[in-house]
């Protein structure tokens, strides 16, 4: 099994960054990619941003320029970049890790970004 642990949530102003971490461990080797979604109150789990074991990414169309993801093997953490931040980007982040097997889910880390 695959654990993740999220970092690097809070309250930034409009215009600001943040930066996420997603933190793996257990059958490490087992992950075929990662990524970032987000759920807003009211609002569906949506796809933010994913990385593929060989580095290739792609982005929700909302993010595209703003955020950046980004991996560490060495440390097996998955990096969320969040740069001008605006508060429709206001929701629970949760990382997730997808094996041939199975999909697992961080325990969601808070972005609130006021105007």
């Known amino acids: 099994q695959v654990q993740l642990v999220e970092s690097g949530g809070g309250l930034v102003q409009a215009g600001g960054s943040l930066r996420l971490s997603c933190a793996a461990s257990g059958s490490i080797f087992s992950i075929n990619f990662m990524g970032w979604y987000r759920q807003a109150p009211g609002n569906q789990r949506e796809l933010v941003a994913r990385i593929t074991s060989g580095g290739a990414t792609n982005y929700a169309d909302s993010v595209k320029g703003r955020f950046t993801i980004s991996r560490d093997n060495a440390k097996n953490t998955v990096y969320l970049q969040m740069n001008s931040l605006k508060p429709e980007d206001t929701a629970v982040y949760y990382c997730?890790?997808?094996?041939?097997?199975?999909?697992?889910w961080g325990q969601g880390t808070q972005v609130t970004v006021s105007s």
């Open positions: 997730n890790a997808v094996t041939s097997l199975y999909t697992a």
